[in-house]
């Protein structure tokens, strides 16, 4: 079992960044891939970015390309999620996820969910 706990969402004007963290728990973290996930009301969840086990490839939603960054560090078993130039747009619920493969953007791909943590993004 993998129980994945998220952090670092809040208020922020459009323009400003945000560092999402993702905290991993129980089996080996470099066992997995690793994704974040998003929800704005009334929308279905979607896809933002994801990483490969190894932190090698990385791969993105058209929507953030450029100024979103995902990253994780092994060694702290955590994964994050740089968002910079934030837009109205960017607003949702973020969801960290674990996985077997990384390039993938459905959500039924991906085994281990986190509660999420709430990005709002003032205009």
């Known amino acids: 079992q993998v129980q994945l706990v998220e952090s670092g969402g809040g208020l922020v004007q459009a323009g400003g960044s945000l560092r999402l963290s993702c905290a991993v728990s129980?089996?080996?973290?470099?066992?997995?891939?690793m994704g974040w996930f998003r929800q704005a009301p009334g929308k279905e969840r979607e896809f933002v970015a994801s990483i490969r086990k190894s932190g090698s490839s990385t791969y993105y939603a058209d929507s953030v390309k450029g100024r979103f960054t995902i990253s994780r560090d092994n060694a702290k078993i955590t994964v994050y999620l740089q968002m910079n130039n934030l837009k109205s747009e960017d607003t949702a619920v973020y969801y960290c996820?674990?996985?077997?493969?990384?390039?993938?953007?459905?959500?039924?791909?991906?085994?281990?969910w986190g509660q999420g943590t709430q990005v709002t993004v003032s205009s």
């Open positions: 996820a674990a996985g077997r493969y990384y390039y993938t953007s459905s959500s039924s791909s991906w085994d281990y």
């Open positions: 129980g089996r080996t973290f470099s066992s997995y891939a």
